[in-house]
């Protein structure tokens, strides 16, 4: 097999002679194969890879099909652990997005409570005031003008406009 070597990025650029923002892309298209130890990123050279580019002139003696084979494994797991890690960012969105939707779920729920509780009680004051609307029609009374302000300050609360009184 092919003698390899693992260099940090840097020192892979300057023995292939590119820059280590090529390396980083030749990495990401699985055409290098790297891996991260003690978080730092090794980059994997066989001597065949040191030689450049270029046909048959890159075989050297001891490249057979074998070694071909053991190059399409490595970029083959380097793809696998790009894939797993991939996985594992969805799954924590999605996980992050089903807890925001939950929340959002509760949310609403108090809401339609609240909404339902202030209805029941605008019903009830409406109810009052239907009662004493008619005294008030003859004769104003404290007790009326009450009402009416409750009434009002309620549907404030709701954010909507209060009916003008009498109607």
Not at 109 to 122: G, K, M, N
Not at 124 to 146: F, M, N, Q, S
Request: aromatic share 2%.
């Amino acid at each position: 097999m092919a003698n390899q070597e693992t260099l940090s990025i840097d020192a892979a650029a300057a023995r292939l002679g590119i820059t280590p923002g090529a390396v980083r892309s030749r990495i990401k298209r699985g055409t290098l194969w790297a891996v991260r130890r003690d978080g730092r990123v090794q980059v994997a050279l066989k001597d065949r890879a040191l030689r450049g580019p270029g046909g048959a002139a890159d075989k050297a003696p001891g490249d057979t099909p074998g070694d071909m084979a053991g190059e399409t494994v490595l970029r083959l797991r380097a793809e696998v652990a790009r894939q797993k890690h991939r996985v594992r960012a969805l799954e924590a969105e999605r996980d992050r997005l089903l807890r925001h939707l939950d929340a959002q779920y509760k949310f609403l729920d108090l809401e339609f409570a609240l909404r339902a509780r202030l209805q029941d009680q605008i019903d009830r004051l409406c109810d009052r005031l239907a009662t004493a609307l008619p005294e008030a029609l003859v004769e104003p009374t404290e007790g009326a003008d009450r009402l009416w302000k409750r009434l009002e300050r309620q549907l404030e609360r709701l954010g909507e406009d209060p009916p003008a009184p009498g109607r």
